[in-house]
């Protein structure tokens, strides 16, 4: 069982950046695939980025590539979101979630086992 808890949230405006955070509680979160999926009012809820457990390897949106970055420190069983050169499109609820064991398809959210409750990102004109 893992429990997601995000923070780091808030209103910016374009162009500023914001780091978001993901704390878990488990002993085995070292060993889950972690994510970032995002849902603006609306619409449905869309793959944001993806970490490996090693931090070997990451997965981005397209949109985003180049301007948010994944990270994760296992000994603090965290999960970061470094997101520069915010724009008004990337206001949304931000949700950290972790990954099942066996999935197909990394941007499907069917493919996560765990959610957070997220956290509201308004980015402002």
């Known amino acids: 069982q893992v429990q997601l808890v995000e923070s780091g949230g808030g209103l910016v405006q374009a162009g500023d950046s914001l780091r978001l955070s993901c704390a878990a509680s488990?002993?085995?979160?070292?060993?889950?695939?972690m994510g970032w999926f995002r849902q603006a009012p609306g619409k449905e809820r869309e793959f944001v980025a993806a970490i490996d457990w090693s931090s070997s390897s990451t997965y981005y949106l397209d949109s985003v590539k180049g301007r948010f970055t994944i990270s994760r420190d296992n000994a603090k069983k965290t999960v970061y979101l470094q997101m520069n050169s915010l724009k008004t499109e990337d206001t949304a609820v931000y949700y950290c979630?972790?990954?099942?064991?066996?999935?197909?398809?990394?941007?499907?959210?069917?493919?996560?086992?765990?959610w957070g409750k997220g956290t509201l990102v308004t980015v402002s004109s």
């Open positions: 979630a972790a990954y099942g064991q066996y999935y197909s398809d990394y941007k499907d959210p069917k493919a996560m086992d765990y």
């Open positions: 488990g002993r085995t979160f070292s060993s889950y695939a």
